[in-house]
């Protein structure tokens, strides 16, 4: 039975997995910040709050153009945008090695994140071309596992940082983004191309803006990322002025952070078991708003604090699968998935710039139990955001089929 069931995907597997490994390298580029934060303050001279920048910089590119970029993936081919992503996150970190002050890093920082963005609108249209529809439900959890993934990676080396300094890393992670970005194009071989007609570029973005499914997945997006990034862009700092915990704050969040891949592959089997994206949403909010307020809360145990954040990440870990999983039938047609994916992406990185930066705002005002309130209210949006998620209007009228024929011809 189990044969059976990946037989008939089983050929497009390897590269499925191409596409995640691309998404994992890349997440080392977000998760390097929060690692190296406390070795860029000491060498630049900066507050938290400053420093904090540095994460939420990555994204604010991305949350001006997530859009624009998915139409010129609809274009140009998912596989080229992502190519061209890898390359433009190589450049970013190797310039950001090089940086002499604090503003010429934030600047390489935004780079990076325009390449971030480049990549990963292109996995989700790179994986709906790539994988039958019978195993699609499993390979877009598998694509969704790429953060939490390269998260837990990145953490795991941070004792590399003690040999070869901060800007050592960014060099290193500029090698390993240009290597994969080879290997990308090597792996994932043009296929027979298909005709492709596209209308006026202001038409194809007008009917993105009007229809309510692009908009429900942004906001549903800056919703979860805001509240994530808000507890794990600056965990390593909680716990070690928080909790008390110092030398291995890196690896336990890197632990903590691997649940949300965990998270993610589970939310998959439960996607392809019948179970409703909706219902699924509703629950990893819930979960993620109480976790929150028992993170920050001083009254609990070190380590019931960390318990939490465990569960906070496998709760979260389930919003990502349900977004990328949707897309497609919540774009206007097959040809827009691309801008459909780049609004919620656009709305993952608006999440990006306010989650961190509120966080070290709102902690180095007021102290860290405050967090939690911010974290609440973002959750009660999300709630509200996702009660018209499985209305027929939010439905795009495209087929399971004509996605994945779409998909074929744009990779390249």
């Known amino acids: ?10 050929s497009a597997w390897p590269r499925i997995l191409l596409v995640v490994g691309a998404g994992v390298v890349s997440a080392f580029q977000v998760g390097k910040a929060p690692v ?33 970029i998915g139409l010129a993936a609809d274009r140009v081919g998912a596989g080229t945008m992502a190519a061209l992503g890898l390359l433009l996150q190589a450049a970013g970190s190797f310039l ?10 934030l600047a390489t920082r935004v780079i990076e994140g325009l390449g971030f963005l480049c990549l990963v609108v292109a996995g989700p249209a790179l994986i709906a071309g790539l994988a039958p529809i019978q195993i699609r439900d499993r390979a877009m959890s598998m694509w969704a596992s790429f953060m939490p993934v390269g998260l837990t990676v990145i953490m795991l080396a941070a004792p590399l940082l ?20 080879m290997l990308l194009r090597w792996g994932l071989h043009p296929p027979p191309s298909h005709p492709r007609l596209y209308r006026n570029v202001r038409q194809d973005i007008g009917e ?22 808000a507890v794990f862009g600056l965990l390593p700092s909680l716990l070690s002025q928080r909790i008390g915990i110092s030398n291995d704050a890196a690896s336990l969040s890197a632990l903590a952070i691997a649940a949300s891949g965990v998270g993610n592959l589970v939310c998959g089997q439960l996607l392809a078991r019948g179970f409703l994206p909706g219902r699924l949403l509703h629950f990893s909010f819930g979960i993620m708003a109480i976790c929150g307020i028992g993170i920050f809360s001083q009254a609990l145990w070190a380590i019931a604090c960390y318990a939490l954040c465990v569960v906070f990440s496998f709760a979260g870990g389930l919003i990502p699968v349900v977004i990328f999983d949707s897309a497609p039938r919540k774009a206007p047609r097959p040809e827009l998935v691309g801008v459909t994916i780049g609004f919620a992406m656009q709305g993952n990185n608006l999440g990006l710039i306010i989650g961190p930066a509120a966080a070290g705002g709102i902690s180095g005002a007021f ?12 959750a009660l949006m999300a709630a509200l955001l996702v009660l018209p998620f499985n209305r027929r209007q939010l439905t795009g009228t495209s087929s399971d089929q004509a996605i994945h024929k779409e998909g074929e011809g744009a990779l390249w």
């Open 1 to 10: 039975m189990i044969v059976s069931k990946f037989a008939s995907g089983g």
């Open 208 to 229: 993105a803006l009007v229809s309510p499914g692009p908009w429900v997945l942004g906001g549903l997006f800056a919703a979860f990322s805001a509240i994530f990034f």
């Open 96 to 105: 950001g090695g090089l940086a002499s002050g604090f503003t010429t890093l």
């Open 36 to 68: 190296a934060l406390a070795a860029i303050q000491e060498d630049l001279a900066l507050s938290l709050a400053a420093a904090s920048w540095l994460i939420s910089a990555f994204a604010i590119l991305g949350a001006l153009t997530g859009a624009p």
């Open 162 to 181: 003690s040999i070869v300094t901060w800007r050592g890393f960014w060099f290193l992670n500029a090698s390993i983004l240009l290597s994969y970005a």
């Open 367 to 378: 102290g860290w139990p405050v967090v939690s309130v911010a974290i609440v209210a973002m």
